[in-house]
């Protein structure tokens, strides 16, 4: 038996539901361009832009333990106009590109929305109002209202799919999910890391400079995956699950759970970009095994 593991999200059609996370690999376009060519990737996602550049954190940004990594990276990016001259260059995209952004305010938010929705590589924009160490990002996204009126906003001003990345750091994230769907998103990425900190014990301080990082990795996908399943329940909108996926049973948990796509970040980081290839063939062995035909049939199927 021969199964099918395309899927539709919004108007985007994906090989397969794996997707490479923002922050991934994502900050070279080039990069970017050669993984989207990888047969069994879905889509690729952009690290956030913004409309200036930042140089993030210095080091150590990043700590890795045995169930995860917490990392805060401290948004950097080159700014908008130089990414979208860096997507110039990239040459061409065989799987959708999702460019995740971030504004400091909604009017800022629906400028950089608009810059990057003109570049004819750019497939959808992934709103990030959810890094949980960056002081402005998460204040919005707690705020199923401000998440509103960024939404509709930006929905004025761009015609391309436009997900939200939610955090789980706040009791909202059905609310805001439901903030976002109502106000005109045509997805929800569910979810970024949950805030975190490491404390040396030698030096009695903390390690990561930016004090706070964001914990991803195998401790995170039993919480996205609640969340996952929670907004499932309450809200009518295409969901990519993100958090801590790292076996082709944890991509198919989270599609159980209500998510249409599934993105993959902390996995790719640590064994390389040949996991798309793993996730597909076992996610393919598990569908003939069970007798479905399409990926698509298990999307919600844990909520009978
Ligand atoms: O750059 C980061 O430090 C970062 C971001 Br923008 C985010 O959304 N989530 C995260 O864990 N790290």
């Known amino acids: 038996m021969t199964v099918d593991l395309r899927v539709k999200l919004s108007d985007m059609h994906l090989k397969t539901p794996l997707i490479l996370a923002s922050g991934i690999l994502g900050l070279s376009a080039r990069m970017l361009a050669e993984i989207s060519k990888i047969e069994s990737v879905g889509a690729v996602t952009t690290k956030s832009i913004g409309l200036k550049p930042r140089d993030g954190y210095p ?57 990057i929705a003109r570049h004819q590589a750019v497939s959808a924009l992934e709103l990030n109002v959810s890094c949980p ?55 929800v990425t569910a979810v970024n890391t949950v805030k975190a900190m490491v404390i040396d014990t030698e030096l009695c301080r903390p390690i990561l400079s930016g004090v706070y990082g964001g914990l991803s990795g195998p401790a995170l996908k039993p919480i996205a ?3 996952v399943y929670e907004i499932y329940e309450e809200v009518d909108i295409p969901i990519i699950g993100c958090g801590g996926v790292s076996s082709y049973l944890d991509v198919v948990e989270f ?7 599934v993105a993959l970040g902390s996995i ?35 909520h009978r």
């Open 59 to 115: 080091n150590p940004t990043i700590v890795v333990l045995p169930y995860g990594f917490i990392n805060s990276m401290g948004l950097p990016n080159p700014g908008v106009e130089s990414f979208l001259a860096e997507l110039d260059e990239a040459g061409s995209f065989d799987s959708p590109l999702i460019a995740s952004f971030y504004g400091y305010n909604i009017d800022e938010i629906a400028e950089v929305a608009k810059i």
């Open 133 to 187: 160490h960056v002081s402005g990002i998460s204040e919005i996204g707690f705020k199923p209202e401000l998440v509103a009126e960024a939404v509709a906003k930006v929905k004025k001003c761009i015609d391309k799919p436009l997900f939200v990345k939610l955090s789980p750091n706040t009791h909202l994230v059905v609310e805001v999910a439901r903030a976002a769907a109502e106000a005109g998103a045509d997805g």
């Open 225 to 227: 995956l609640r969340c």
């Open 255 to 261: 599609m159980l759970a209500g998510a249409s796509a």
């Open 268 to 302: 790719i980081a640590l064994k390389g970009v040949e996991v798309f290839g793993e996730l597909a063939r076992g996610l393919s062995k598990y569908l003939e095994r069970k007798g479905i035909r399409s990926v698509r049939e298990i999307v919600g199927l844990s």
